[in-house]
């Protein structure tokens, strides 16, 4: 028989009181749920279970290296050779900044059931990965050439296909260590809106454009965009709870 969500929810309740009384650390904690919950399905666990018996923070440090080598072999071999000294200073500074964001999104997404964060918490962080990318694109900050004129629009459905499919690989990755199938809304757009940004960071370092234009409506969309996916599938497949 397998338990249900809110069994887990009510069993990591429980032992989250005992980790209070006993000291137990709250990692040591989301490795014991995670293994009772395999424990208590009747067949051998799979090789994405043992991945989500891990903890989260091995969890998490193990999608942010996948997501990483997923942008780098996404960007085809092609980083940009057009940046100055001071341009390459501003991309590096920029994709960091979102590098950041994305990993604050990722642990959202993979984070134990005993560790949920306040409401408001969560909907800060997926609104800051979600809206943060977007508003950032209508910037003029953005090092690279104007590519307005002939075959702009060609160039920005080239590069955004290229973005989307990298922030749905991205986003899949996310996935595959999440604890259960099924979650709540915010959940599923959490691992959506890393997936996008690891994206955004892909783009930016290999795409030469630096319009405000190409870099909202390629770049800049990514995250929300692919959330979006993640939410719609999910709901189609029957997945979303809560």
Excluded at 62 to 74: M, Q
Excluded at 187 to 203: F, N, T
Aim: charged share 15%; glycine share 14%; proline share 4%.
């Amino acid at each position: 028989m397998t338990p249900s969500d809110s069994d887990m929810t009510d069993l990591a309740e429980d032992v989250t009181r005992y980790r209070e009384g006993a000291g137990l650390p709250s990692d040591t904690l989301d490795e014991i749920l995670a293994s009772v919950h395999s424990q208590t399905i009747d067949e051998p666990p799979s090789a994405r279970g043992q991945l989500r018996e891990l903890s989260t923070a091995k969890r998490v440090l193990a999608v942010t290296g996948a997501l990483v080598v997923t942008g780098a072999v996404s960007t085809l071999g092609l980083v940009r050779g057009d940046l100055t000294a001071s341009e390459l200073g501003l991309v590096t500074l920029l994709c960091a900044g979102l590098g950041g964001l994305m990993l604050a999104v990722v642990q959202l997404a993979l984070q134990g059931l005993h560790q949920a964060t306040a409401q408001h918490a969560r909907h800060a962080v997926l609104g800051l990965g979600l809206g943060t990318p977007l508003l950032a694109s209508l910037l003029p900050v953005w090092p690279g050439a104007d590519t307005t004129g002939s075959g702009w629009l060609s160039h920005v459905a080239v590069c955004g296909a290229l973005g989307l499919i990298s922030s749905v690989l991205g986003a899949g990755i996310v996935v595959l260590f999440q604890r259960s199938d099924r979650g709540p809304l915010w959940r599923i757009a959490s691992a959506g809106a890393a997936g996008g940004l690891a994206g955004m960071v892909a783009r930016t370092i290999s795409c030469p454009a630096g319009d405000v234009a190409h870099v909202a409506l390629a770049h800049g969309q990514l995250a929300l965009l692919t959330a979006a996916l993640c939410v719609g599938v999910a709901s189609l497949r029957g997945r979303l709870v809560g």
